[in-house]
């Protein structure tokens, strides 16, 4: 089962920040959070991970709250193509040749609607 | 730089019936993984390969078999094929760098699996 929670359905008008919100309260000290979307008829598409520390790429920011109970990604001016579904996993950095290594665990998402 | 590849595109199987599906991963990468995605759902783990052996496995039956070449392709098989395994196919490649795996997966577009 996916260990975090997510909305199942978000609207966001075009050309606003879009912020997208996942709760992983069981999340161990070596786990990271991933962001991943897939949008219709596509295969997944990787966004963004994060340890502890807040994180921003050419796509997103990653906000991690100090208990690393929940976080929030935030597309800061989305646009129509930005419609998908996101994933929030998080996962074990696994070490080579452990148990550990690889797996994604997908839950149900969150399905981003951006409007004109 | 060409990435994750799949092919078909699309398969129409009956019941009973035996497949085959294959990925060639992302130029530079050496692990692979296949996932399963029912409508509606988001994708579920079947396993995944690296160096040719398979390394961790979902809770997928014996009917679920694959194989990694030297090259670093995969295919995927599925033997006596219910109504049920009818699903989106995903294959991801990632790279294994050093002792950890914390790696984003590039997932490749699918095929899409119908079985009558």
């Known amino acids: 089962d996916a260990k975090t929670t997510q909305p199942p359905s978000m609207d966001c008008a075009e050309g606003r920040a879009a912020n997208l919100p996942c709760n992983h309260s069981t999340i161990s000290g070596n786990e990271y959070v991933y962001w991943y979307r897939q949008i219709h008829s596509q295969g997944p598409q990787y966004i963004i991970h994060g340890l502890k520390n807040n994180e921003t790429n050419e796509m997103a920011s990653l906000i991690i709250t100090e208990d690393r109970k929940s976080s929030t990604l935030i597309l800061p001016h989305a646009t129509l193509r930005d419609t998908a579904v996101y994933y929030c996993i998080v996962r074990v950095a696994g070490s080579h040749g452990s148990s550990n290594t690889g797996k994604l665990i997908f839950g149900q998402g969150t399905t981003l609607q951006v409007k004109p | 730089d060409a990435g994750v590849t799949q092919s078909p595109t699309h398969l129409i199987k009956t019941r009973g019936q035996q497949v085959t599906l294959r990925c060639s991963p992302k130029?530079?990468?050496?692990?692979v993984s296949w996932y399963q995605q029912a409508l509606g759902q988001g994708p579920q783990f079947i396993f995944q390969?690296?160096?040719?052996?398979?390394?961790q496995r979902g809770n997928f039956p014996d009917r679920f078999s694959g194989h990694q070449f030297p090259n670093y392709s995969s295919e995927l098989n599925v033997n006596a094929l219910l109504l049920g395994d009818s699903a989106l196919y995903l294959c991801?490649?990632?790279?294994?760098?050093?002792?950890?795996?914390?790696?984003?997966?590039?997932f490749g577009p699918g095929t899409r699996l119908t079985v009558l």
């Open positions: 390969y690296y160096e040719e052996e398979e390394r």
């Open positions: 991801a490649s990632s790279l294994e760098q050093g002792r950890m795996t914390y790696n984003e997966q590039f």
């Open positions: 130029s530079g990468h050496d692990t």
